[in-house]
């Protein structure tokens, strides 16, 4: 099974702060995503990459910026962690190979709050 | 119009009915569609994926997808409490790589 995990299921941070949220995933996939959930808004993609070193913006990417320096791992950082990044973070992964094309799998989620 | 939309429900089924989930998609999404279900506070579980015209059963769900009108639909046949859930359905927008997602349709089971 594709396993997808998250660095913190639960995190409090102050405003101004730097903020890092890790996704690692162990199938080997192209692709990663990261995503902010966010009752009546959805998800919305923040930034996402299909290869070491690459990263594409999303659709709400200010704010935000990321780091992939290994094909499991996917980091999401907060440069200024402000009240309004209150939210679920969701990271996902996918493979662009095989039967399970484009198949999103999800971590399970880091609810942020800023103070 | 949304790239991908969906009734934000609640659907209201008996226990042992059918729920019948719909969406329905823009130019924009295309190839294919994906049908998630997430429980209140956790993240989303992929459940089906379809490809192709027509239906794809497994287990208790079907999805059918009709590229032609634009819909893709899911069906939950003996539905459970246990399926009481917000179900996402997803599309795959050629243009920059990446799924798009409608806002979910809620589904409550009651026994």
């Known amino acids: 099974d594709v396993k997808v995990t998250q660095s913190s299921r639960y995190l409090v941070k102050r405003t101004g702060e730097k903020v890092f949220l890790e996704c690692v995933q162990d199938?080997?996939?192209?692709?990663m995503f990261w995503y902010r959930q966010d009752p009546g808004l959805g998800l919305r993609l923040i930034y996402f990459?299909?290869?070491?070193?690459?990263?594409e913006k999303g659709d709400i990417p200010e704010g935000y910026s990321v780091s992939r320096e290994k094909k499991e791992r996917f980091s999401l950082i907060l440069e200024s962690a402000s009240t309004n990044q209150t939210s679920m973070y969701l990271c996902?992964?996918?493979?662009?190979?095989?039967?399970?094309?484009?198949?999103?799998?999800f971590g399970p989620g880091t609810r942020l709050t800023v103070l | 119009q949304k790239e991908v939309e969906q009734n934000s429900g609640p659907l209201s089924v008996p226990e042992g009915a059918i729920a019948s989930l719909n969406c329905t998609y823009s130019?924009?999404?295309?190839?294919?569609f994906f049908w998630y279900r997430q429980y209140s506070g956790k993240s989303p579980e992929l459940i089906m994926s379809?490809?192709?015209?027509g239906d794809k059963e497994d287990g208790r769900f079907t999805a059918q997808l009709n590229k032609a009108s634009q819909y893709v639909s899911l069906l939950i046949r003996d539905s459970q409490p246990s399926d009481s859930a917000t179900y996402l359905c997803a599309g795959y927008k050629a243009a920059g790589n990446k799924l798009t997602f409608g806002g979910g349709t809620r589904v409550l089971v009651k026994p």
């Open positions: 379809i490809y192709s015209n």
């Open positions: 130019d924009r999404v295309s190839q294919s």
């Open positions: 996902a992964s996918s493979s662009r190979r095989g039967l399970h094309y484009n198949e999103q799998f």
């Open positions: 199938m080997d996939h192209e692709n």
């Open positions: 990459s299909y290869d070491v070193k690459m990263k």
